[in-house]
Structures are given as structure tokens and as C-alpha cells.
Nanobody
Framework: QVQVVESGGGLVQAGGSLRLSCAASGRTFSTYIMGWFRQAPGKEREFVAGISRSGTNTRYADFAKGRFTISIDNAKNTEYLQMDSLKPEDTAVYYC???????????????????WGRGTQVTVSS
């Protein structure tokens, strides 16, 4: 059973940075995609960014482009989400998700992803 565990959330002032990590274990497949989603209070969960195992394919939500960077370290079975220039509207619980997948397209539909972490809280103060 695949397990993914997020870490790195916290409280930061507007304009600051955070780096989220997602450690995966228990994989039985060699190709996969990993993604980050977030859910703010009273809102639906939304796609933030995704990356292929090779790291060559990435996809970002419009609000994340230019501010967030997703990366992957296969040796550590860990993906990262570097978040810069944070805004109060980035406040949310951030979730890591994974899917066994050999394609190049990074899906934004959360129902496609099979394995989810419990989330890590990111709070950006104004």
C-alpha cells in the first residue's frame, strides 16, 4: 500500500516562502505522477501542481505559475513544492497525491489520483 506523507507547512508572512515535502513509500510500480492540491476553508480542493516521475513533465495551476516550483528526488522518493511570494489567499491545507501512470499528461482532476496524504496546513498572514 502506497503511503504519502506531507511536511513543511506552517505560518509565514505574506511575501515569504515555504517548501513542502511529500515522502512516498510502498510503491509497487515504477512509473507515476505526483501532484499537489490544496483546500481552503469553505472551498473545494483544487489542483496546484503536478510532476512526472522523470521530472521532465510538470504542470501548474495559473495561480501557481511563477511563484511555485515542483520538483522530485527519486533517490529519496520525495517530491517538493517550493512556494515563494506567498499571499494570504494561499492559505489552505496542502495535500500530496500520487498515481501509477506512464503517460506524459499531468491530470488536474483529483479523482484520478489514487493515493493521498493527510495534508499539511499552510497559513499566510497579511
Amino acid at each position: 500500500q502506497v503511503q504519502v506523507v506531507e511536511s513543511g507547512g506552517g505560518l509565514v508572512q505574506a511575501g515569504g516562502s515555504l517548501r513542502l515535502s511529500c515522502a512516498a513509500s510502498g510503491r509497487t510500480f515504477s512509473t507515476y505522477i505526483m501532484g499537489w492540491f490544496r483546500q481552503a476553508p469553505g472551498k473545494e480542493r483544487e489542483f496546484v501542481a503536478g510532476i512526472s516521475r522523470s521530472g521532465t513533465n510538470t504542470r501548474y495551476a495559473d495561480f501557481a505559475k511563477g511563484r511555485f516550483t515542483i520538483s522530485i528526488d527519486n533517490a529519496k522518493n520525495t517530491e517538493y513544492l517550493q512556494m515563494d511570494s506567498l499571499k494570504p489567499e494561499d492559505t489552505a491545507v496542502y495535500y500530496c497525491a500520487e498515481k501509477s501512470y506512464s503517460g506524459t499528461y499531468i491530470p488536474v482532476d483529483e479523482t484520478v489520483y489514487d493515493y493521498w496524504g493527510r495534508g499539511t496546513q499552510v497559513t499566510v498572514s497579511s
